[in-house]
């Protein structure tokens, strides 16, 4: 497609619950971004892949999140044992050269536990 | 990754140019600025960035003092649709991480 693709855009789950979030990046970046952005802040960095490899996912809040990659496309950011706290928009971004053209981001899922 | 500041709010009319500023006094050798916008709704939408010199592409221009401690983000004509979150960012050559600030929400007026 043209732009980055996430879905579902929108998903309401119980406390407790696990929830997957799916990112479809632009086809040939080899770079994939997640962030998080909770109400009236900026994203907020969560994970970063190179390929199928997470090249830094210092951003993840804890050992709940898990993300993946396996054939170095489509992302599927995971969350177990949801919080009333992880309720946000979870963005993912694409690139093929961050460097002299930034990002792509999509428009998000806004996920609310409840 | 240095820190930023912007204003929290703007308003410009519609026609004229905006003007958005940003402080990043503690910048380094090797860090680039990079501005993006999110518009109600939508995911951030990269604009321009730059590293010492002046840049200029068809959605606005980036001017970065000669010390490179603050820049302005021009739109030239601003249009209804330029209302938005402006972000500016700081982010290290070489890092793949952006570091978000709250930017400034733009108003463009009719």
């Known amino acids: 497609g043209a732009g980055v693709s996430q879905t579902p855009s929108n998903k309401v789950t119980e406390k407790g619950k696990y929830v997957e979030l799916r990112c479809d990046p632009i086809s040939g970046h080899t770079a994939l971004y997640w962030y998080r952005q909770s109400l009236g802040q900026g994203p907020e960095f969560l994970i970063y892949f190179q390929g199928t490899g997470a090249a830094d996912d210092s951003g993840l809040p804890n050992d709940r999140f898990f993300a993946v990659r396996p054939e170095g496309s489509v992302s599927t950011l995971k969350i177990q044992r949801t919080e009333r706290g992880d309720s946000a928009v979870y963005l993912c971004a694409s690139s093929a050269d961050p460097a002299s053209r930034g990002y792509t981001f999509g428009s998000g899922t806004r996920l609310t536990v409840v | 990754d240095a820190k930023t500041t912007q204003p929290p709010s703007m308003d410009c009319a519609e026609g004229r140019a905006a003007n958005l500023p940003c402080n990043h006094s503690t910048i380094s050798g090797n860090e680039y600025v990079y501005w993006y916008r999110q518009i109600h709704s939508q995911g951030p939408q990269y604009i321009i960035h730059?590293?010492?010199n002046n840049e200029t592409n068809e959605m606005a221009s980036l001017i970065i003092t000669e010390d490179r401690k603050s820049s302005t983000l021009i739109l030239p004509h601003a249009t209804l649709r330029d209302t938005a979150v402006y972000y500016c960012i700081v982010r290290q050559g070489g890092s793949e991480k952006l570091v978000f600030g709250k930017g400034t929400k733009l108003t463009v007026n009719p």
């Open positions: 730059g590293l010492k």
